[in-house]
Each structure stands twice: as structure tokens, then as C-alpha cells.
């Protein structure tokens, strides 16, 4: 073949989207990366992750705090696990034929229908009732239901994989049946949340036990790595989001002065160390070494995404004292600081899993690490714990802007501290690990 009838079939494939075959993608691929497709299916939870954070800053806010925390909770995992599930297929049968993008479409849709849902979840949720209703149901099974379809045909193109692609299709049908029941039964708040918690943990627990009984799909641990971080960067970004708006309103209050540049360069700060220590994980080669590990690496994440996206909303709670008032400077400081050490604690985890170690050298870091967090707390107890943030009274502004930047030396002692020691405990951990085992696709 010329090398003209070459680039027509590599053009062919590129701009002709009909329906193709699903025979499964080579797990061995090197240097896969995400698809246009994938990265127009991550813009909606851009939107999801802002629409949560608002909503647990604004109830924050008024006080109600455990049951913003609990409403947030239920909907990070319900976005993260779709959108975890949609990744892992295409991981391995992403064609990017017209039914995988006509799928992806409507479980878009799913996904700003569930956005919809979240105000009524965490109203619910403050008055005592279940953070589950109807619309965030119905979008959760429109992001859902699309994926039954795809695995039916992945099942029907790929012999080889056939009964794993089919344990998801059973999964993922008895767990939307599970979801509507809890929305449609008339069920008191305890028992519907309990039916949640446990439908949640069966979600993610069946595709393990299936996994071992009928094998894996053939997914690319490459790839998987690389989706999880490009989610991972948007949920960073609603960091940079609070800060703006965080910034914006305080200089609409007061105007600028150095306390405001102190907290938007604080802000950034933030965001950028929280990145940069991310990256210190070396999840991609790890993960095309040891593909089998990528199971207990990927709950991990579920955790974080949330963990970064409470930075954000943070931060909006910031907006919202400055704002409208009625926020204490503890209540900042907490918002900040929690979610923070939150998201360093699990990155480590996440390490952890990865290297199969658990490096306690790593406990003087993170003690060091957390001094700043905890003095941000410690200065917001101390400046009229029960009293809202009142910016005219002589020092507010002062106080507001140690306590942030005291959260972003955290963060940065974090980074300092990896870049000087996690190179060498990161090969060290390596070469205790065991010879690779051969993952079977």
C-alpha cells in the first residue's frame, strides 16, 4: 500500500463515523491517549463538580453541615462512578463509531439532568429526608442505561470477553432497578439512605467479584491512567474557580490591597501544589507494569475527586462570607483546611496502593505538612469563633488572609518535601516490588 492510500484509510477512519466492529482494544497498547470523544464526555463534569461544590458552600453557609456533607458525598460518588464506568468501557472498546458517540451524547444528558437533581438533594437532605429524588435518579439512569447497550454489544463482538462484558450488563441492570426503588418507595429517610449506602457498596464491589470469576475486559492501564488524571485536573480547577470568585467578590467588598493579592496568590497556590503532587504518583508506568493493581487505585480516586472538589467549595464558602456575612473565620478555616489534608492524606494513599507500601518515612512529611493546616484552625478558633467574619472590624482582613495562606503553606511544604524525598522513596518502594505478573487482558 502507497503511502497515499495509507493516509486516505487513517483519513477514512478518522472523519467516517459509521457503526464499526467492537472486537476490544490491545490492553498492551503503549502511548493510547484520550479521544476528542472522551474529553467533550469530561466537560459535563465540570459542570457536575461546580454544581456540588456551590451547593455544599451555600449550606455550609447556613450551618447545616453533616447533611450538606452527606448530600455531597452521594453526589461526587454518583458522578464519579458513572463517569469511572463510562471510562473503564472505553478504555476497552472505544471505537468512536457513531453508536459510541450517539451513547456518550445521551449520557451527557444523563449527567446535566442529575446536576438538576442536586438542589433538591441537599434541600432534602437539611430537612432530615433522603438526599435521593426523582430527577437525580432519572439522570442517573439516562448516564447509566447507555452503558447496558454498549457492553450487550461488546458481548455479542467480543467472544473472548463475552461473559465478562455480560456480568456488567447484569450489574449495571439490577443496581438503576435498585436506584428507582429508592426514589419511588415510600421508605423513612434511615432505611432509604442504608438502601444507598448499600447499593452503592454493591456497585462497586460486584464488578471485582465478577472480574475474578469470568476475567478482565481488555482495558488499557495506560489509558486509564491517564483519564483518571485528566479528571483529576478538573476537579483541580474548581479550585481555581473559588479563588476567583473568592478574590473577585473580596475586592468588590474592600478593593485591592495586599491581603487580596495575598489570597488569590494563595489560592493558586493551592491549586497548583494539589497538581503537582498528584503528578508525583507515578500512576501511568506503574499501572503498564502492573496492570492488575489498577482496581484498588481507581476506588482511591473516588475519594479525592470529592476531597478537591470541598477545596472549591471551600473557597466559595470564602465568597459567601465576604459576601453576605453570617460565616465565622473558623468555618473558613475548617472548609479550607479539612479538604486539604483530606486530599494530601489520600494522594499518599493512592501511592500506597500503587507501590504496594505503606512508607511510614512518610510520616514526618505529613506531620510537617499538617502544622500550617492545623494553625489555620488554630488562628480561626482564636479570632471570635462564634461571631460571622465581619471585614470593617479592624484586622478581619488580616486574620482572613493568614488563615488562607497558612493553608497554602501546607500545601507548598507538601510539594517542597516530595520533590526533596519522594524520588528516592518512590524507587526504593519500587525495587522491593516483586517481578511483574502478566496481566490477561
Known amino acids: 500500500m502507497s503511502e497515499t492510500d495509507t493516509f486516505a484509510s487513517r483519513l477514512q477512519q478518522e472523519l467516517r463515523h459509521r457503526v464499526r466492529l467492537m472486537p476490544g482494544r490491545d490492553p498492551q497498547e503503549r502511548d493510547r491517549s484520550a479521544t476528542p470523544l472522551e474529553l467533550l464526555y469530561d466537560l459535563t463534569y465540570v459542570v457536575a463538580f461546580a454544581a456540588a461544590s456551590d451547593q455544599l458552600a451555600e449550606y455550609l453557609g447556613e450551618g447545616t453541615v453533616w447533611p450538606a456533607l452527606g448530600a455531597f458525598a452521594f453526589a461526587v460518588w454518583a458522578v464519579s462512578w458513572a463517569w469511572l464506568n463510562y471510562s473503564w468501557f472505553a478504555s476497552a472498546y472505544g471505537n468512536d463509531d457513531l453508536f459510541l458517540r450517539l451513547a456518550t451524547i445521551v449520557q451527557m444528558i444523563g449527567v446535566i439532568v442529575l446536576i438538576y437533581g442536586l438542589p433538591v438533594s441537599f434541600e432534602a437532605a437539611a430537612h432530615g429526608e433522603s438526599p435521593n429524588n426523582m430527577l437525580l435518579v432519572v439522570g442517573y439512569v439516562v448516564m447509566r442505561v447507555p452503558l447496558i447497550a454498549l457492553w450487550i454489544r461488546a458481548s455479542t463482538q467480543d467472544p473472548e470477553h463475552r461473559r465478562n462484558a455480560l456480568s456488567y450488563v447484569a450489574i449495571i441492570s439490577v443496581a438503576q432497578l435498585g436506584w428507582i426503588l429508592t426514589a419511588v418507595l415510600p421508605l423513612p429517610a434511615p432505611v432509604t439512605v442504608a438502601l444507598i449506602v448499600g447499593i452503592a457498596l454493591a456497585e462497586m464491589v460486584a464488578p471485582v467479584v465478577a472480574t475474578r470469576r ?183 482582613m488580616t486574620m482572613l488572609s493568614v488563615v488562607v495562606g497558612l493553608v497554602a503553606l501546607g500545601a507548598v511544604i507538601e510539594v517542597v518535601g516530595h520533590e526533596i524525598v519522594g524520588y528516592a522513596h518512590t524507587l526504593a518502594a519500587w525495587r522491593r516490588l516483586p517481578a511483574a505478573t502478566e496481566h490477561t487482558g
Open 214 to 396: 469470568y476475567g478482565f475486559s481488555p482495558w488499557n492501564a495506560g489509558h486509564v491512567a491517564e483519564r483518571f488524571a485528566l479528571l483529576t485536573l478538573i476537579t483541580i480547577g474548581e479550585v481555581i474557580a473559588g479563588t476567583t470568585a473568592a478574590v473577585g467578590a473580596l475586592t468588590q467588598e474592600v478593593g485591592w490591597s495586599p491581603e487580596a493579592v495575598l489570597i488569590v496568590s494563595s489560592g493558586l497556590l493551592i491549586a497548583a501544589a494539589v497538581w503537582w503532587t498528584y503528578f508525583l504518583v507515578p500512576s501511568r508506568l506503574v499501572l503498564e507494569q502492573r496492570p492488575e493493581r489498577t482496581f484498588a487505585w481507581r476506588y482511591a480516586h473516588l475519594a479525592l475527586f470529592g476531597s478537591i472538589a470541598a477545596i472549591g467549595a471551600g473557597l466559595h464558602l470564602t465568597t459567601i462570607a465576604v459576601e453576605h456575612g453570617g460565616v465565622s473565620l473558623l468555618g473558613i478555616a475548617l472548609a479550607l483546611a479539612v479538604p486539604l489534608a483530606t486530599t494530601i492524606f489520600l494522594i499518599f494513599l493512592i501511592w500506597s496502593v500503587l507501590m504496594r507500601s505503606f512508607d511510614l518515612t512518610h510520616l514526618p512529611l505529613l506531620l510537617i505538612t499538617m502544622a500550617p493546616l492545623a494553625a489555620a484552625v488554630v488562628v480561626g478558633a482564636l479570632f471570635h469563633p462564634q461571631q460571622a467574619l465581619d471585614l470593617e472590624e479592624p484586622g478581619a
